[in-house]
């Protein structure tokens, strides 16, 4: 099992990484047709919503006693889930 430091760590590497890709893909949608940057754009403010519901998540975490983040911990890994699913579904739609 992971601590909870490393665990924190390991999703914000992962946020910073989905992050850049993001930025990537938001440089080849400025060249894309208008159809392919309103999909992008939308998928984007989902993409961006889920972020913000794991960053969420995390501070909750770093704010939970050592003892009280293993409840915290399932939630982030609710909310990770979602932001996978749109992270990944943009990234295949717009590469």
């Known amino acids: 099992m992971k601590t909870k430091e490393e665990y924190q760590q ?27 940057r ?10 961006r919503s889920k972020m913000e519901d794991v960053r969420q998540k995390l501070e909750e975490l770093r704010q939970a006693g ?9 939630a982030t890994e609710h909310a990770w889930v979602d932001l996978t699913e749109v992270v990944n579904r943009a990234l295949g739609r717009f590469k």
Do not use: Y
């Open 10 to 36: 390991r999703m914000e590497a992962q946020l910073e990484e989905w992050s850049a890709r993001i930025e990537d893909l938001k440089v080849k949608a400025e060249v894309a047709d208008a159809q392919a």
């Open 38 to 47: 309103r999909d992008f754009e939308a998928a984007m403010a989902e993409a």
């Open 66 to 74: 050592d003892e009280a983040w293993e409840g915290f911990r399932a």
